[in-house]
C-alpha cells in the first residue's frame, strides 16, 4: 500500500502505466474487433484472425516476433478506416467493452497514486484512438500510445507515425519527465512483459504486474516487485466508488469540509456558553 501524501516542496512524481493485462484483462485493441466487423470495418476472417491473436496473448505466447507481426497486421488491416468512424464506435462501446476487465487491483492503485499527488500515465502499444478514451475513463493524467498516420480523406493510410514499443515507451517517459518535472528516481512503472524492461528501468520504482516467463526471470533477478491482478470488476461496483475527483474538486471537497468542522466548532462554542450562562 502506498502511504502519506507527497511533499511537492519536492520533484513531481508519476506512475507509468502498462495498459494490457497490466491494467485491462485483456487486449484493448483487439477487445473491439467484434465492434469494428459489425461497424463494417473489417470481415468475418479479420474477426477469427484476431481472436487468434487474443488467444495468444493471452496465453503469455506473444514475443518480441510475434508483437511484431500482429503490428504489420493490424497496420494493413486498418488501412482505409475512417478515423471518424471508429472513434465513434469504441466510444458507443467502450463500457460494455473495457468496463468489465479493469483490474480492481490496477484500479486501487490508480486512486492510491492520486492520493499521493503523482500523475498517472497510460503507456501503451495500442492505437490512440483506443487508448484515449480508455485513459479517460480510468482517470489518466495523460496517455502515451501508437498513432497511425492519417491521409486527407481522413483515413488511416496503413503507416505508422509513431509506435509506442519497447526502448520508445523508455523515451517518452523521459521526454515527459523533462517536460513535467518528473524525478523519475522516485517515480513508479507496472507491466506485464518483457519488452517493456526499458520502461520499467526507467524510474526508480518499477514493478512486474502479471509478469509473462521472461519479465519474472528479469524482475526475480533484478528484485522488483512481482504483483498478481486477477480481479477484473466494472468501476460502478468497486467500493469505494474508482471516481476519484479532480484536483481541484478534492480541494474544494477539503475547504468545504474545513469550513462545516469550523461551523460545527463556533456552534458547539456558543451552546456551552449559553448553558453556562
Known amino acids: 500500500m502506498l502511504r502519506g501524501v507527497e511533499n511537492h516542496s519536492l520533484p513531481r512524481t508519476a506512475a507509468f502505466f502498462d495498459l494490457d493485462k497490466t491494467?485491462?484483462?485483456?487486449?484493448?485493441?483487439?477487445?473491439?474487433?467484434?465492434?469494428?466487423?459489425?461497424?463494417?470495418?473489417?470481415?468475418?476472417?479479420?474477426?477469427?484472425?484476431?481472436?487468434?491473436?487474443?488467444?495468444?496473448?493471452?496465453?503469455?505466447?506473444?514475443?518480441?516476433?510475434?508483437?511484431?507481426?500482429?503490428?504489420?497486421?493490424?497496420?494493413?488491416?486498418?488501412?482505409?478506416?475512417?478515423?471518424?468512424?471508429?472513434?465513434?464506435?469504441?466510444?458507443?462501446?467502450?463500457?460494455?467493452?473495457?468496463?468489465?476487465?479493469?483490474?480492481?487491483?490496477?484500479?486501487?492503485?490508480?486512486?492510491?497514486?492520486?492520493?499521493?499527488?503523482?500523475?498517472?500515465?497510460?503507456?501503451?502499444?495500442?492505437?490512440?484512438?483506443?487508448?484515449?478514451?480508455?485513459?479517460?475513463?480510468?482517470?489518466?493524467d495523460r496517455v502515451v500510445a501508437t498513432r497511425m498516420v492519417v491521409g486527407d480523406d481522413g483515413c488511416f493510410t496503413g503507416e505508422v507515425e509513431y509506435y509506442a514499443y519497447g526502448p520508445t515507451k523508455a523515451e517518452a517517459i523521459r521526454e515527459l519527465a523533462a517536460s513535467e518535472g518528473y524525478d523519475l528516481s522516485r517515480c513508479y512503472a507496472y507491466s506485464d512483459s518483457a519488452t517493456d524492461v526499458p520502461m520499467l528501468e526507467t524510474v526508480g520504482r518499477p514493478h512486474a504486474v502479471n509478469p509473462d516467463r521472461a519479465l519474472r526471470r528479469e524482475a526475480l533477478a533484478r528484485g522488483w516487485p512481482i504483483l498478481d491482478f486477477h480481479r477484473p470488476v466494472r468501476l460502478k461496483q468497486r467500493i469505494p466508488s474508482f471516481s476519484v475527483p479532480p484536483r481541484p474538486a478534492l480541494v474544494a471537497v477539503a475547504a468545504i469540509g474545513a469550513a462545516a468542522a469550523t461551523a460545527g466548532l463556533v456552534w458547539y462554542a456558543n451552546r456551552r456558553r449559553a448553558a453556562v450562562a
Open 23 to 140: 491494467v485491462i484483462a485483456k487486449s484493448s485493441t483487439l477487445t473491439f474487433s467484434k465492434s469494428f466487423y459489425q461497424g463494417g470495418l473489417i470481415n468475418r476472417r479479420a474477426v477469427l484472425r484476431t481472436a487468434y491473436a487474443q488467444f495468444v496473448f493471452l496465453a503469455g505466447g506473444a514475443d518480441h516476433e510475434q508483437m511484431e507481426r500482429m503490428r504489420a497486421y493490424l497496420s494493413a488491416l486498418c488501412r482505409g478506416w475512417n478515423v471518424q468512424q471508429v472513434k465513434e464506435i469504441v466510444a458507443e462501446t467502450l463500457h460494455d467493452l473495457i468496463d468489465p476487465i479493469i483490474y480492481d487491483e490496477a484500479a486501487s492503485l490508480i486512486e492510491q497514486h492520486h492520493t499521493a499527488g503523482r500523475d498517472v500515465v497510460i503507456v501503451s502499444t495500442s492505437g490512440a484512438e483506443v487508448v484515449e478514451p480508455i485513459g479517460e475513463l480510468l482517470g489518466a
